[in-house]
């Protein structure tokens, strides 16, 4: 498994490094934002570990230039940002994970075995379209649309969706969703999933079409279909 670590502090790099390449990980060091932009563009990572302070290119901009690209590598933010607000911002731009800095080695091991799994089950996955009623969400072109109209999707909004629409007629409990989802431990009176499924409320059960997100009082959130 290669990996690719972007992060301009010496010390953590070779920290890093050397951990990772302990537990068999090949790792690829970048210590600057041009440099890693290229390194992402030219080949396939298994995984990439991203700080967000770093030199001429931020991590933000690097996210954003990720997922423009259409490059969905799970990326796990490294940070010594450890305020919410800029783990919701990663987030928001696509990341799929956020470890703060200081951290436990093994809780970082953990955090990359949790998403190389993720990321072998959405390999694996052989249907590439989900529906439910007439909303359709096509996986890989990261596309969805409802009775033929397309509605545009943050990357947290899509992978929410997917989700829900992955487990139809089924309760969700926000903590599961946040897991799956986020991928990170936030605090359990974080309302973070209520306001994603009210932004997407508001973006698929527009007025004149069927109510399909629900809530499920005290239990979590369904998507379903109504036979």
């Known amino acids: 498994m290669e990996l690719l670590l972007v992060e301009d502090n010496a010390r953590i790099s070779e920290f890093i490094v050397k951990g990772l390449e302990e537990n068999g990980y090949s790792v690829v060091l970048s210590d600057n934002g041009v440099d890693a932009r290229s390194r992402i563009a030219q080949k396939e990572w298994d995984l990439i570990l991203l700080d967000i302070m770093l030199p001429d290119i931020d991590g933000i901009e690097l996210l954003q230039y990720a997922r423009f690209k259409k490059i969905y590598t799970p990326i796990l933010v490294i940070s010594a940002l450890g305020e919410p607000d800029d783990k919701v911002k990663a987030l928001d731009y696509g990341a799929d994970d956020y470890l703060s800095k ?95 499924i009210s932004y997407l409320r508001n973006k698929i059960d527009v007025e004149g079409t069927a109510k399909l997100i629900d809530t499920v009082k005290g239990r979590g959130y369904l998507i379903r279909t109504h036979d």
């Open 102 to 196: 200081p951290f436990h080695f093994k809780e970082l091991i953990a955090r990359i075995n949790a998403l190389t799994r993720r990321a072998k089950l959405r390999y694996d996955d052989t249907s590439d379209i989900l529906k439910c009623e007439d909303l359709v969400l096509y996986i890989d072109k990261h596309k969805v649309e409802r009775g033929g109209r397309e509605i545009k999707l943050t990357l947290q909004e899509f992978k929410l969706l997917k989700l829900l629409m992955e487990n139809k007629n089924r309760v969700l409990a926000r903590t599961q969703i946040l897991d799956t989802v986020w991928g990170i431990n936030y605090d359990t009176n974080t309302n973070v999933v209520d306001v994603y």
